[in-house]
C-alpha cells in the first residue's frame, strides 16, 4: 500500500517521480524536480490554491502519480503545462484526503456550496483579462459576453487578474445574476450575466 503525503512536507527543488500509464499495459517513470508550490488559475474558470509544478515531462497519460523519493504519493499528475521549467501540473493529495468521505460517499465535495459559473475562457494580459472565447449555450453567449471583451469589473469590484474575476464569480451561488463590466470598441457597458452550475452545463 502506497503512502500518501501532504504537499506541506514538500520543497521546490525537492526531487520527485511520476509513474504514469502509456496505454494497455505499459508503464514508464520519469525523475525531476518540484519547481513551485503556489496558487494556480487556468483560462477555464478554474483555480487551485496551491498547486505542484515540476520539471519532469510527463511519460504517460494525466491521472498518473507524483511520488516523492522516498515512494509516498504526493500529488496527482493533471496537466501537461510544457513551459520551461514547468512542464507538468498536480492536483496535491489533500484534496483528495481532506474530503475522502464526502468525495467517495457523493463523488464531489458536497461541504461547498455550489459556484456560479458563466462559461468563458480568458487571458491575462498585463494588468488586465482579456475573454479569449465563449463556451456555446452558455450564460456568457446568452447575456452577450464576446471574445475580445476586457474584464473590468465583477459585480463592482474591479479585475487585474483571473484571481479577481473567478473570486468575484465564486462569491455568487448557481442562479444569481452577476453584473460583469466590459470594455470593446472603445465602449464600456454592463452586462447582466444569470449564472448556473458548471455540472449542470457538462452532465
Same mark, same amino acid.
Given at each position: 500500500?502506497?503512502? #500518501?503525503?501532504? $504537499?506541506? *512536507?514538500?520543497?521546490?527543488?525537492?526531487?520527485?517521480?511520476?509513474? &504514469? $500509464? =502509456?496505454?494497455? %499495459?505499459?508503464?514508464?517513470?520519469n525523475?525531476?524536480?518540484?519547481?513551485?508550490?503556489?496558487?494556480?488559475? !487556468?483560462?477555464?474558470? @478554474? /483555480? +487551485?490554491?496551491?498547486?505542484i509544478?515540476?520539471?519532469?515531462?510527463?511519460?504517460g +497519460?494525466?491521472?498518473?502519480?507524483?511520488?516523492?523519493?522516498?515512494?509516498?504519493?504526493?500529488?496527482?499528475?493533471s496537466?501537461?503545462? %510544457?513551459? #520551461?521549467?514547468?512542464?507538468?501540473?498536480?492536483?496535491?493529495?489533500? %484534496?483528495?484526503?481532506?474530503?475522502?468521505?464526502?468525495?467517495l460517499?457523493?463523488? /464531489?465535495? $458536497?461541504?461547498?456550496?455550489? /459556484? =456560479?459559473?458563466?462559461? #468563458?475562457?480568458?487571458?491575462?494580459?498585463?494588468?488586465?483579462?482579456?475573454? !479569449?472565447?465563449? @463556451?456555446?449555450?452558455?450564460? =456568457?453567449?446568452? =447575456?452577450? +459576453?464576446?471574445?475580445?471583451?476586457?474584464?473590468? &469589473?465583477?459585480?463592482?469590484?474591479?479585475? /487585474?487578474?483571473?484571481?479577481?474575476?473567478?473570486?468575484?464569480?465564486? *462569491?455568487?451561488?448557481?442562479?444569481?445574476?452577476? !453584473?460583469?463590466?466590459?470594455?470593446?470598441? %472603445?465602449?464600456?457597458?454592463?452586462?447582466?450575466?444569470?449564472?448556473?452550475?458548471?455540472?449542470?452545463?457538462? !452532465?
Amino acid at each position: 500500500m502506497v503512502a #500518501i503525503t501532504s $504537499s506541506g *512536507k514538500l520543497v521546490p527543488g525537492q526531487e520527485v517521480f511520476i509513474a &504514469a $500509464s =502509456a496505454g494497455e %499495459n505499459q508503464r514508464r517513470v520519469n525523475t525531476g524536480a518540484i519547481t513551485t508550490l503556489a496558487p494556480f488559475d !487556468a483560462f477555464w474558470e @478554474f /483555480r +487551485l490554491e496551491r498547486a505542484i509544478t515540476t520539471t519532469i515531462m510527463n511519460p504517460g +497519460l494525466g491521472g498518473g502519480g507524483l511520488f516523492a523519493m522516498d515512494g509516498s504519493l504526493c500529488g496527482v499528475v493533471s496537466l501537461d503545462l %510544457n513551459q #520551461i521549467g514547468h512542464f507538468t501540473l498536480a492536483i496535491p493529495t489533500e %484534496n483528495f484526503t481532506s474530503y475522502r468521505d464526502e468525495m467517495l460517499r457523493h463523488g /464531489r465535495r $458536497s461541504s461547498r456550496p455550489p /459556484r =456560479a459559473w458563466i462559461g #468563458i475562457y480568458c487571458y491575462k494580459v498585463d494588468d488586465h483579462v482579456v475573454i !479569449a472565447g465563449i @463556451f456555446p449555450g452558455t450564460p =456568457a453567449e446568452r =447575456a452577450g +459576453l464576446e471574445a475580445g471583451d476586457l474584464v473590468l &469589473a465583477v459585480d463592482g469590484s474591479r479585475v /487585474r487578474e483571473r484571481r479577481d474575476l473567478y473570486e468575484g464569480l465564486w *462569491k455568487r451561488a448557481p442562479g444569481d445574476e452577476v !453584473a460583469i463590466q466590459v470594455y470593446s470598441d %472603445n465602449v464600456v457597458r454592463e452586462v447582466r450575466v444569470l449564472s448556473v452550475d458548471a455540472e449542470t452545463y457538462f !452532465a
